[in-house]
C-alpha cells in the first residue's frame, strides 16, 4: 500500500520561497494522479497542484505563476516548488495520491485515496 510523507514546510516571510517534497514509499502511481491540497483556519481543504498521467496538471488560480509541481522518478517524490509567497498561503499541505487513472483533471479531494500527515506553511507579512 502505498504511504506518504511530506517534508519541507516551515516559515517564511512573505516573497520567499519554500520547497516541499512527498515521498512515496510501498508502491509507484504510474496510471493514475498525486497532487497537493491545503487548509488554512476556518476553510475548507483546497486543490493547490495535482498531475495525473493521462489526465494533465491543474493549478488553482491563486498560485498559477508561483507554484510548480514536479515528479523526480528518481527519488519517486512528488515536489511542490513556491515562490512569491503570501500571507494567504498559509496552511496545513498535504499530499495526495490515487492508484487508478483519471482521464481529466483531479481538482477534488474525494478523487484520492493514500494522504500524507500534512506540513505546516506559515507565511509572515
Known amino acids: 500500500q502505498v504511504q506518504l510523507v511530506e517534508s519541507g514546510g516551515g516559515s517564511v516571510q512573505a516573497g520567499g520561497s519554500l520547497r516541499l517534497s512527498c515521498a512515496f514509499s510501498?508502491?509507484?502511481?504510474?496510471?493514475?494522479?498525486m497532487g497537493w491540497f491545503r487548509q488554512a483556519p476556518e476553510k475548507e481543504l483546497e486543490g493547490v497542484a495535482t498531475l495525473c498521467i493521462f489526465g494533465g496538471t491543474y493549478y488553482a488560480d491563486s498560485v498559477k505563476g508561483r507554484f510548480t509541481i514536479s515528479r523526480d522518478v528518481t527519488k519517486n517524490t512528488l515536489d511542490l516548488q513556491m515562490s512569491s509567497l503570501k500571507p494567504e498561503d498559509t496552511a496545513m499541505y498535504y499530499c495526495?495520491?490515487?492508484?487508478?487513472?483519471?482521464?481529466?483533471?483531479?481538482?477534488?479531494?474525494?478523487?484520492?485515496?493514500?494522504w500524507g500527515q500534512g506540513t505546516q506553511v506559515t507565511v509572515s507579512s
Open positions: 510501498g508502491g509507484t502511481i504510474t496510471r493514475g494522479c
Open positions: 495526495a495520491a490515487r492508484a487508478s487513472p483519471l482521464y481529466t483533471l483531479a481538482t477534488r479531494p474525494q478523487e484520492f485515496n493514500y
